[in-house]
């Protein structure tokens, strides 16, 4: 009698806990979806108004993020130095191309949620940033640089394409 | 009013209040958690911050926890409420009050300098102490849930007044 109420209660436990846990997956399913797949969360996303600067980012976490397909790398040089030579799977936006696009076209290029890492011929290279920065304004709300660009990542032995290779 | 006649023979206030007690002490721990776990159903993700600051799980965890123990606290807070399997919801919200107490002393262990997160969460800064000591009142009140509990489905002979001759009942 004892023993089977114990298993009673114990089976209780289970089935609230699993209907619990069943229900607050299910509620919070985009939530962790996203926290699976390691984006970053709302609250650290939503930018300030008002602070239109990309942040830099190093070239261990660009290749993470290169490798797992978690960012676009947008290459802010011109479509020829894009042509002979560029970093793999990175898209070609020229900077002076980006500043005359409306923003719909844009989006057309990169969708909008997606988190970006803009780079051009390393840290002589103002490109990057300033292309960072049309891209905040266009309402991309993840934008990096990795201002070592090109050169770091080439003398990093790490994939590249284009003709020149 | 027949009540009150019955009880003031039976004795003082105390004992008027006496058969409330144990559905008082059940409907408040239940209310105090669902108050407990609403903010956090409504803000996930500040509340997996409260959890990823206690340092203890890793990042997909804290959300995972986040997600889930506000409806378990929910859930067992109703279910203290209705008064329905008053024992298993008891035993699982004491089990969460001996975690959230460990992650507590943890904390202070650990030197952390963290809001307690238990109740509204990014508001003023709960210290682990008082969340420890307000802890400690909620366990105390889940074992006397689980002794009222316990008492009412002992069986009759043990714990009823002296059973009634079969003769007293009126017949028929």
Same mark, same amino acid.
Do not use: D, E, P
């Given at each position: 009698m004892l023993k089977n109420s114990w298993l009673g209660t114990v089976a209780e436990i289970a089935l609230i806990v699993t209907i619990s846990a069943l229900v607050g997956i299910f509620w919070n399913r985009t939530l962790l979806a996203d926290a699976w797949r390691g984006k970053p969360t709302q609250q650290a996303e939503a930018a300030p108004q008002g602070e239109a600067l990309p942040m830099p980012i190093g070239l261990m976490q660009v290749k993470e993020m290169h490798d797992a397909k978690q960012a676009v790398l947008v290459d802010a040089r011109n479509l020829d130095s894009f042509a002979q030579e560029h970093i793999a799977g990175a898209i070609p936006l020229p900077l002076e191309e980006a500043r005359k696009h409306p923003v719909s076209l844009l989006n057309d290029i990169i969708p909008p949620d997606s988190m970006i890492i803009t780079y051009c011929n390393g840290f002589s290279c103002r490109d990057s940033m300033d292309l960072g920065e049309v891209l905040i304004k266009a309402g991309y709300r993840s934008v990096y640089v990795f201002e070592g660009g090109l050169p770091e990542w080439r003398d990093a032995g790490y994939p590249i394409a284009g003709v020149g290779r | 009013m027949a009540g009150r006649r019955v009880s003031d023979r039976g004795g003082g206030k105390m004992n008027r209040l006496r058969p409330y007690l144990p559905a008082a002490v059940r409907v408040s721990l239940g209310a105090i958690f669902i108050y407990a776990a609403l903010p956090k159903i409504a803000d996930p993700v500040a509340f997996a911050g409260s959890v990823a600051s206690y340092q203890i799980l890793p990042y997909f965890w804290s959300y995972l926890a986040a997600a889930v123990l506000p409806f378990l606290e929910l859930?067992?807070? #109703?279910?203290?409420? @209705? /008064?329905? @399997? !008053?024992?298993? /919801? +008891?035993? =699982? =919200? +004491?089990? #969460?009050? !001996?975690?959230?107490? +460990?992650?507590? *002393?943890?904390?202070? *262990? @650990? /030197?952390l300098d963290i809001d307690c997160g238990c109740f509204q969460q990014g508001g003023s800064e709960t210290s682990p102490w008082v969340a420890l000591a307000r802890d400690t009142v909620f366990l105390a009140m889940t074992g006397m849930v689980l002794w009222f509990e316990a008492r009412r489905k002992r069986p009759p002979a043990s714990i009823s007044p002296p059973f009634t001759p079969p003769s007293s009942v009126p017949s028929k």
């Open positions: - | 859930t067992c807070g #109703l279910l203290l409420i @209705r /008064g329905y @399997r !008053v024992k298993a /919801g +008891a035993l =699982i =919200i +004491a089990a #969460l009050n !001996v975690a959230f107490m +460990a992650a507590l *002393v943890s904390a202070i *262990v @650990r /030197g």
